[in-house]
Protein backbone atom coordinates (compact mmCIF):
# COMPACT_ATOMS: atom_id res chain seq x y z
CA UNK A 1 0.00 0.00 0.00
CA UNK A 2 1.22 3.83 0.05
CA UNK A 3 0.90 6.49 2.48
CA UNK A 4 -2.56 7.74 3.29
CA UNK A 5 -4.31 9.89 6.21
CA UNK A 6 -6.62 7.97 8.06
CA UNK A 7 -9.79 9.75 10.06
CA UNK A 8 -12.29 8.26 12.23
CA UNK A 9 -15.30 10.94 12.09
CA UNK A 10 -17.44 10.62 15.18
CA UNK A 11 -20.64 11.92 13.07
CA UNK A 12 -21.96 12.44 10.16
CA UNK A 13 -21.38 16.31 9.84
CA UNK A 14 -17.23 15.72 10.89
CA UNK A 15 -16.99 13.27 7.89
CA UNK A 16 -18.51 15.68 5.59
CA UNK A 17 -16.83 18.22 6.74
CA UNK A 18 -13.09 15.78 6.60
CA UNK A 19 -14.48 15.01 2.97
CA UNK A 20 -14.79 18.26 2.00
CA UNK A 21 -10.95 18.97 2.78
CA UNK A 22 -9.38 15.85 1.48
CA UNK A 23 -7.60 16.62 -1.90
CA UNK A 24 -9.07 13.19 -2.86
CA UNK A 25 -10.48 11.43 0.12
CA UNK A 26 -12.56 8.36 0.46
CA UNK A 27 -15.16 7.11 2.96
CA UNK A 28 -14.19 4.02 4.61
CA UNK A 29 -17.41 1.69 5.74
CA UNK A 30 -17.16 -1.87 6.07
CA UNK A 31 -14.00 -1.44 3.05
CA UNK A 32 -14.81 -4.69 1.34
CA UNK A 33 -14.19 -3.30 -1.62
CA UNK A 34 -12.04 0.16 -1.04
CA UNK A 35 -9.59 -1.88 1.17
CA UNK A 36 -9.08 -4.33 -2.03
CA UNK A 37 -8.74 -1.90 -4.64
CA UNK A 38 -6.23 0.37 -2.44
CA UNK A 39 -4.12 -3.01 -2.16
CA UNK A 40 -3.90 -3.23 -5.98
CA UNK A 41 -3.21 -0.18 -6.72
CA UNK A 42 -6.12 0.98 -8.46
CA UNK A 43 -6.89 3.52 -6.08
CA UNK A 44 -4.81 5.86 -4.10
CA UNK A 45 -6.88 8.64 -1.85
CA UNK A 46 -4.88 11.02 -0.07
CA UNK A 47 -7.11 10.65 3.14
CA UNK A 48 -9.58 8.04 4.43
CA UNK A 49 -12.50 9.19 6.62
CA UNK A 50 -14.05 5.90 8.37
CA UNK A 51 -17.50 6.40 9.12
CA UNK A 52 -18.06 2.91 10.49
CA UNK A 53 -17.95 4.06 14.36
CA UNK A 54 -20.94 6.76 13.40
CA UNK A 55 -24.13 5.07 15.35
CA UNK A 56 -26.51 7.81 13.62
CA UNK A 57 -25.53 5.92 10.42
CA UNK A 58 -26.51 1.90 12.03
CA UNK A 59 -30.09 0.61 12.49
CA UNK A 60 -33.09 -0.97 11.68
CA UNK A 61 -36.73 0.98 12.47
CA UNK A 62 -40.31 0.68 11.04
CA UNK A 63 -42.98 2.96 10.95
CA UNK A 64 -46.19 3.67 9.65
CA UNK A 65 -45.07 0.17 7.09
CA UNK A 66 -41.91 2.08 6.11
CA UNK A 67 -38.75 0.01 6.86
CA UNK A 68 -35.49 2.42 7.36
CA UNK A 69 -32.41 0.95 7.54
CA UNK A 70 -29.52 3.00 8.86
CA UNK A 71 -26.40 3.29 6.09
CA UNK A 72 -23.97 1.52 8.12
CA UNK A 73 -26.20 -1.44 9.09
CA UNK A 74 -23.95 -4.71 8.06
CA UNK A 75 -25.21 -7.41 6.04
CA UNK A 76 -25.32 -10.35 8.58
CA UNK A 77 -28.14 -7.54 11.17
CA UNK A 78 -30.11 -7.01 7.92
CA UNK A 79 -29.98 -10.47 7.47
CA UNK A 80 -30.92 -11.46 11.39
CA UNK A 81 -33.36 -8.93 12.29
CA UNK A 82 -36.99 -10.01 13.16
CA UNK A 83 -38.27 -6.44 11.94
CA UNK A 84 -36.55 -7.42 8.35
CA UNK A 85 -37.78 -10.89 8.10
CA UNK A 86 -41.27 -9.91 9.29
CA UNK A 87 -41.75 -6.95 6.69
CA UNK A 88 -39.47 -7.83 3.63
CA UNK A 89 -38.00 -11.43 3.52
CA UNK A 90 -36.79 -11.64 0.43
CA UNK A 91 -34.90 -8.64 1.51
CA UNK A 92 -33.57 -10.31 4.50
CA UNK A 93 -32.25 -13.32 2.50
CA UNK A 94 -30.32 -11.43 0.45
CA UNK A 95 -28.67 -10.17 2.83
CA UNK A 96 -28.25 -13.35 4.13
CA UNK A 97 -26.41 -14.58 1.43
CA UNK A 98 -23.86 -11.84 0.28
CA UNK A 99 -20.77 -13.39 0.32
CA UNK A 100 -18.97 -14.95 2.79
CA UNK A 101 -19.54 -14.71 7.11
CA UNK A 102 -16.46 -12.05 6.55
CA UNK A 103 -18.20 -9.85 4.24
CA UNK A 104 -21.77 -9.88 5.81
CA UNK A 105 -20.55 -9.25 9.00
CA UNK A 106 -18.06 -6.38 7.78
CA UNK A 107 -20.16 -4.74 4.43
CA UNK A 108 -22.76 -2.58 4.74
CA UNK A 109 -25.53 -1.91 3.02
CA UNK A 110 -24.77 1.54 2.20
CA UNK A 111 -21.08 1.00 1.38
CA UNK A 112 -22.88 -1.54 -1.21
CA UNK A 113 -25.45 0.66 -2.54
CA UNK A 114 -23.01 3.80 -2.98
CA UNK A 115 -20.54 1.54 -4.80
CA UNK A 116 -23.15 0.12 -7.36
CA UNK A 117 -21.13 -3.12 -8.57
CA UNK A 118 -22.80 -4.88 -11.08
CA UNK A 119 -22.35 -7.99 -9.43
CA UNK A 120 -23.65 -7.22 -6.16
CA UNK A 121 -27.10 -8.01 -4.51
CA UNK A 122 -28.67 -5.03 -2.56
CA UNK A 123 -28.80 -2.50 -5.99
CA UNK A 124 -31.48 -4.56 -7.87
CA UNK A 125 -33.47 -5.56 -4.54
CA UNK A 126 -33.03 -1.38 -3.67
CA UNK A 127 -34.80 -0.73 -7.16
CA UNK A 128 -37.26 -3.74 -7.19
CA UNK A 129 -38.49 -2.46 -3.66
CA UNK A 130 -38.63 1.13 -5.15
CA UNK A 131 -36.81 2.36 -2.36
CA UNK A 132 -35.58 5.87 -0.99
CA UNK A 133 -31.83 6.23 -0.54
CA UNK A 134 -31.88 9.16 2.18
CA UNK A 135 -28.67 11.06 2.19
CA UNK A 136 -26.79 14.29 4.12
CA UNK A 137 -28.06 16.65 1.61
CA UNK A 138 -31.33 15.03 0.00
CA UNK A 139 -33.95 11.69 -0.65
CA UNK A 140 -33.39 10.36 -3.81
CA UNK A 141 -35.38 7.98 -5.60
CA UNK A 142 -33.89 4.39 -6.43
CA UNK A 143 -34.83 4.73 -10.16
CA UNK A 144 -32.86 7.94 -10.19
CA UNK A 145 -30.06 7.07 -8.24
CA UNK A 146 -28.70 4.39 -9.96
CA UNK A 147 -26.93 6.11 -13.27
CA UNK A 148 -24.57 3.11 -14.67
CA UNK A 149 -21.92 0.39 -13.56
CA UNK A 150 -20.35 1.48 -10.50
CA UNK A 151 -21.84 4.84 -10.98
CA UNK A 152 -24.53 6.68 -8.76
CA UNK A 153 -26.30 10.46 -8.49
CA UNK A 154 -24.07 11.25 -5.47
CA UNK A 155 -22.69 14.33 -5.66
CA UNK A 156 -18.95 14.71 -4.50
CA UNK A 157 -19.06 15.40 -0.44
CA UNK A 158 -22.64 13.28 -0.52
CA UNK A 159 -22.79 10.86 2.17
CA UNK A 160 -25.68 8.07 2.48
CA UNK A 161 -27.37 8.06 5.62
CA UNK A 162 -30.01 5.35 5.44
CA UNK A 163 -32.15 3.48 2.97
CA UNK A 164 -36.50 3.28 3.14
CA UNK A 165 -38.43 0.39 1.75
CA UNK A 166 -41.69 0.22 1.82
CA UNK A 167 -43.20 -2.75 2.78
CA UNK A 168 -44.62 -4.88 0.59
CA UNK A 169 -47.43 -7.65 0.17
CA UNK A 170 -44.57 -10.42 -0.69
CA UNK A 171 -41.09 -10.33 -1.29
CA UNK A 172 -38.50 -13.00 -2.81
CA UNK A 173 -35.07 -12.86 -4.08
CA UNK A 174 -32.99 -15.41 -5.93
CA UNK A 175 -29.56 -15.72 -7.77
CA UNK A 176 -27.74 -17.29 -10.12
CA UNK A 177 -23.74 -17.84 -9.55
CA UNK A 178 -21.70 -19.80 -11.24
CA UNK A 179 -18.81 -22.29 -9.32
CA UNK A 180 -20.48 -20.59 -5.93
CA UNK A 181 -17.73 -21.90 -3.30
CA UNK A 182 -15.16 -19.83 -5.47
CA UNK A 183 -17.55 -16.95 -6.74
CA UNK A 184 -20.26 -15.81 -4.15
CA UNK A 185 -21.34 -12.72 -6.63
CA UNK A 186 -23.95 -13.31 -8.34
CA UNK A 187 -24.33 -13.81 -12.75
CA UNK A 188 -27.45 -12.43 -12.19
CA UNK A 189 -30.50 -11.74 -9.50
CA UNK A 190 -34.67 -11.63 -9.47
CA UNK A 191 -35.72 -10.00 -6.83
CA UNK A 192 -39.32 -10.05 -6.98
CA UNK A 193 -42.10 -8.44 -5.14
CA UNK A 194 -45.87 -7.55 -4.36
CA UNK A 195 -46.88 -3.87 -3.83
CA UNK A 196 -50.43 -3.55 -2.36
CA UNK A 197 -52.59 -2.78 -3.66
CA UNK A 198 -51.44 -4.07 -7.47
CA UNK A 199 -52.84 -7.58 -7.72
CA UNK A 200 -49.79 -8.84 -9.73
CA UNK A 201 -45.93 -8.12 -8.90
CA UNK A 202 -44.80 -4.57 -9.19
CA UNK A 203 -41.68 -5.17 -11.03
CA UNK A 204 -40.89 -7.73 -13.49
CA UNK A 205 -37.31 -9.19 -15.08
CA UNK A 206 -37.05 -7.74 -18.69
CA UNK A 207 -34.62 -10.27 -19.07
CA UNK A 208 -32.90 -12.57 -16.99
CA UNK A 209 -29.60 -12.31 -19.22
CA UNK A 210 -29.22 -8.61 -18.11
CA UNK A 211 -27.25 -8.30 -14.81
CA UNK A 212 -27.56 -4.68 -14.17
CA UNK A 213 -30.07 -2.77 -11.19
CA UNK A 214 -31.97 -1.45 -14.24
CA UNK A 215 -33.42 -4.30 -15.80
CA UNK A 216 -37.18 -4.14 -14.97
CA UNK A 217 -40.81 -2.70 -15.42
CA UNK A 218 -44.12 -2.36 -14.25
CA UNK A 219 -46.59 -4.46 -15.73
CA UNK A 220 -48.15 -1.79 -17.42
CA UNK A 221 -44.60 -1.85 -19.47
CA UNK A 222 -43.63 1.61 -17.78
CA UNK A 223 -39.46 1.26 -17.69
CA UNK A 224 -38.10 1.55 -14.42
CA UNK A 225 -34.58 2.84 -14.88
CA UNK A 226 -32.61 2.75 -18.26
CA UNK A 227 -31.33 -0.72 -19.58
CA UNK A 228 -29.12 -0.13 -21.89
CA UNK A 229 -27.78 -4.09 -22.48
CA UNK A 230 -27.38 -5.36 -25.61
CA UNK A 231 -29.90 -8.58 -24.20
CA UNK A 232 -32.40 -6.09 -23.31
CA UNK A 233 -35.46 -6.17 -26.07
CA UNK A 234 -36.28 -2.34 -24.64
CA UNK A 235 -32.03 -1.92 -24.89
CA UNK A 236 -30.35 0.72 -27.31
Known amino acids: MYETSYHRA????????LIAKADDGKLLAGGQ???PTMKQRLAAPSDLVDIGQIDELKGI???GGMLRIGAGTKHADVAGSDLVRRLIPGLASLAGGIGDPHVRHMGTIGG??????????????VLALDATVHTNKRDIAAADFFVGMFETALEDGEIITAISFKAPEK???AKYRTRPRAMPWPVFSLPATRMAPCASPSLVPVRAACSGPKLWKRPCGQMVGRCRCRYCPRGG
Open 171 to 173: SAY
Open 112 to 125: SVANNDPAADYPSA
Open 61 to 63: TES
Open 10 to 17: ASVTEAAS
Open 33 to 35: TLI
